[in-house]
């Protein structure tokens, strides 16, 4: 009766050695639940900042406000008759 037993809990342990320590073991499933999790967030981000890259083409290619923002802050242009002032804060030391 005891080789029984002892038989018996052998093959319950050969049996869930695949379950916790195997191939498909259930720490290999959390671990890949967690990089499926943390490249879920990264694609999130990813497809934020893509809505916002295609709204700037769509408003470059369409309007000419954006165009013209564009030109003043990065080109420094003016309009015609338009006078530009320049403020300077000088540090008081």
């Not at 470059?60 to 923002?69: N, P, S, V």
Request: net charge neutral; glycine share 4%.
């Amino acid at each position: 009766m005891k080789i029984l037993t002892l038989i018996l809990i052998a093959l319950i342990a050969l049996v869930q050695y695949p379950l916790w320590l195997g191939k498909g073991s259930w720490l290999k499933v959390w671990e890949i639940d967690q990089q499926v999790t943390r490249q879920h967030e990264i694609n999130r981000k990813l497809q934020m900042r893509n809505a916002a890259l295609d709204a700037e083409v769509r408003d470059l290619k369409q309007g000419h406000e954006a165009i013209e923002e564009r030109a003043r802050n990065e080109l420094g242009m003016i309009k015609q008759n338009e006078i530009f002032f320049h403020i300077v804060n000088e540090k008081n030391d």
